[in-house]
């Protein structure tokens, strides 16, 4: 079994990339790198392009080690990773579709984020041509009598995001869901280059609404990363106050939105309150109901005062006084586990498989949190636990949240003791050169990615990884054999992100 | 679960105080709405969400219409699973070329009369998404707009003043006549 530092004595080391090494390999080294996903042995953070090259983060869950390795693609293609290992083929799709990079080999050769409506083609590739006419978007092939098709969305029921579910049923049985994405594509990427920093920050921020503050950190800290630059203490303390802030926010309000995709209206109605408070703390302490542009490449924009701190312990108290009688009532409701217990149930192998991260992870038998696992800073100062269950089921993800919603408390308190004093953010100098960083980031639905590459300090490639890139395919096997009606509950169990995802 | 609802009966409602109507929305509806539309609809108004691409912090803030703080129900406005149930519809993000013709379809669905809020700076011209080859650049771009809420996202309280300036309008224009 090789080991990632063996992987990178084969290519050449590209300088000026932190915190973690890239090396650019040949297609035996690729092919390599290859077999050790398919096996289990590395796992696959992210696969993105550029106009002539393709590459893949991976990692060792064994040594902790990561890295990105890069192949040229001088004619237009590279070995496909998604033929030996399935978590890649929507990324190789992407690459395709923005790049014109061609996975060879790609079992499955559809267009992704391309509904052949942008006008273009490969958009962020050298060249630019004028699309031919398309063949309309062919779903997978049904075979076999008594079963019928329910199509779905792009616009559905509630207030949501825009995907496309096309089911395959037998009576009330779900014997198959092909999703389809890439309707809120906005080339947040092609955006992105030749976009000085703080435009680009603007932009990460946007990416995916409910995570704009895990985003921002992320892309901060990539660029902190290409440009060498520290951030004072205080301003990496409030980073992590305002990642926490978001994560119960979003923890409360999907708690009770999963409870109401049950028709139990009575905890979604405490739940949103609860997630209304936190909005209203977090307005008070920085000045957006969302924390949005609070987090900037060198610290913070806003500082917390003396009314914003208080608003935050108060907020605690509330939770803490309020938050333990619903999980009871959660708990106690024999109707409401009827509906969640053993309902669209992840099984563990296919989380490891896919390196799922978040709840879905955690609740199905992984433990990443890159919290914990990369101990950014602050969290090597912070006390906390990691909680996992392995049943998989929707029931399980609810109390991964419960769990990580009180371990967030204990977190909040705790930077708010030990908050210390000091300047809020670094300059920016001028940085001149090529540049490249990467960084990981917790964010509430898993661990979001950014790597990019400064030019002279302006952004000339950034690429921004959703977790949910490898949470929307599991998606698809936890409905198999659950009823129609069950749908809603497992998709919200997920709650993965169209925008984030479509980028 | 019975001590959790007896318990509400006797707390003082978190409804807060409904908000005046937004006056710059109050203009931009000058011309929209008019008698026949008051009319048959009464003083209630029937809303279909539609993302066209937004990052979803607008779709968020729309949801906190609902809590119990805004409590959006008790103006008579209710958010409805079908275009075709729907008298407004509520449209978000920079209309995105693979939701173009989605939201035209909603659009054509809607039964008239039919208002059209486009929430959300990018829903207004593109926002920071403006020039991306993915982006129409705006819901005006696609269906026309009867009002527009500014912000990234708007708070809930002012797409709360626009919408009862869309309210107010319903009920002025019946009055004028």
């Known amino acids: 079994m090789t080991s990632l530092i063996d992987l990178m004595q084969e290519g050449r080391k590209v300088e000026s990339h932190g915190p973690w090494p890239r090396v650019v390999v040949d297609a035996p080294a690729w092919n390599l790198a290859v077999k050790q996903l398919a096996q289990g042995h590395w796992r696959l953070l992210g696969l993105w392009g550029e106009p002539a090259s393709v590459h893949m983060a991976i990692g060792d869950e064994q040594s902790a080690e990561i890295a990105v390795v890069s192949l040229d693609c001088p004619d237009g293609n590279y070995p496909s990773v998604g033929l030996h290992h399935p978590p890649a083929l929507r990324l190789e799709r992407t690459v395709n579709d923005l790049f014109g990079l061609t996975a060879l080999g790609l079992p499955d050769p559809r267009p992704w984020l391309d509904h052949d409506h942008w006008g273009v083609c490969f958009p962020l590739a050298g060249r630019i041509d004028v699309p031919e006419e398309a063949a309309p978007y062919r779903f997978l092939p049904v075979d076999g009598g008594g079963m019928h098709q329910i199509a779905v969305g792009p616009v559905h029921a509630g207030i949501i995001e825009p995907g496309h579910f096309r089911f395959t049923a037998s009576g009330e049985t779900v014997v198959r869901l092909e999703q389809r994405l890439g309707y809120t594509h906005k080339g947040i990427e092609g955006l992105m280059r030749g976009a000085a920093l703080t435009r680009a920050a603007q932009l990460a921020g946007r990416v995916s609404g409910d995570s704009t503050a895990a985003y921002a950190y992320a ?54 309150m609860l997630r209304e408070r936190v909005l209203r703390a977090a307005d008070t302490a920085f000045g957006h109901r969302l924390m949005r542009d609070v987090i900037v490449p060198g610290g913070v924009a806003r500082d917390l005062g003396a009314q914003g701190a208080k608003a935050i312990r108060a907020l605690l108290d509330n939770i803490r006084l309020r938050f333990p009688t619903l999980v009871e009532l959660y708990d106690n409701t024999a109707s409401l586990q009827d509906r969640t217990v053993d309902t669209g149930i992840l099984k563990p192998a296919l989380a490891r498989q896919y390196a799922a991260g978040g709840y879905i992870g955690r609740a199905s038998g992984r433990s990443f949190d890159a919290r914990k696992a990369l101990a950014y800073p602050p969290y090597d100062r912070l006390r906390f636990e990691v909680p996992v269950l392995s049943e998989g089921d929707v029931n399980a993800r609810v109390w991964i949240r419960v769990r990580e919603i009180e371990q967030s408390l204990s977190l909040i308190d705790q930077i708010l003791d030990q908050l210390p004093e000091g300047p809020l953010a670094n ?77 | ?49 539609v993302d066209a691409g937004s990052c979803n912090g607008c779709e968020l803030e729309i949801h906190a219409l609902n809590n119990a703080y805004y409590d959006v129900e008790r103006f008579g406005l209710r958010f409805v699973a079908s275009p075709r149930h729907a008298d407004v519809l509520m449209v978000t993000g920079p209309v995105t070329k693979n939701m173009r013709d989605a939201l035209l379809r909603t ?18 011209d593109g926002g920071c998404f403006a020039g991306s080859y993915a982006v129409v650049g705006g819901v005006s771009a696609v269906i026309p707009v009867d009002l527009h809420i500014s912000g990234c996202p708007p708070a809930p309280i002012a797409m709360l003043r626009g919408l009862l300036a869309l309210l107010e309008r319903a009920d002025s224009s019946a009055v004028a006549s």
């Open chain 2, 1 to 49: 679960m019975r001590k959790l609802l007896f318990q509400s009966l006797f707390r003082l409602p978190l409804t807060e105080q409904a908000p005046l109507p937004d006056d710059a929305a109050l203009s931009e509806l000058a011309t929209a709405v008019g008698v026949v539309a008051r009319r048959r609809l009464g003083r209630s108004l029937s809303i279909r969400e």
């Open chain 1, 219 to 272: 892309f901060s800290r990539a660029a902190e990363a290409a440009l060498d630059l520290d951030v004072p203490d205080r301003a990496v303390w409030l980073r992590a106050l305002l990642a926490e802030l978001e994560r119960l926010a979003n923890h409360l309000g999907d708690i009770g939105a999963i409870c109401n995709d049950a028709s139990f209206a009575l905890i979604h109605a405490h739940c949103s």
């Open chain 1, 427 to 503: 300059a920016i100098g001028p940085r001149p050169g090529t540049r490249e960083g990467m960084a990981i980031v917790e964010g509430f639905r898993g661990d979001i990615l950014v790597w990019l590459r400064l030019r002279d300090g302006v952004v000339e490639r950034c690429h921004l990884r959703d977790p949910s890139w490898f949470q929307w395919p599991l998606l698809e096997a936890v409905i198999e054999g659950n009823i129609v009606a069950d749908f809603p509950l497992c998709n919200k169990s997920f709650n993965c992100s169209y925008s984030g995802h479509d980028i």
């Open chain 2, 107 to 124: 659009y054509d669905a809607t039964p008239n009369p039919k208002w059209v809020v486009a929430v959300g700076d990018c829903a207004r």
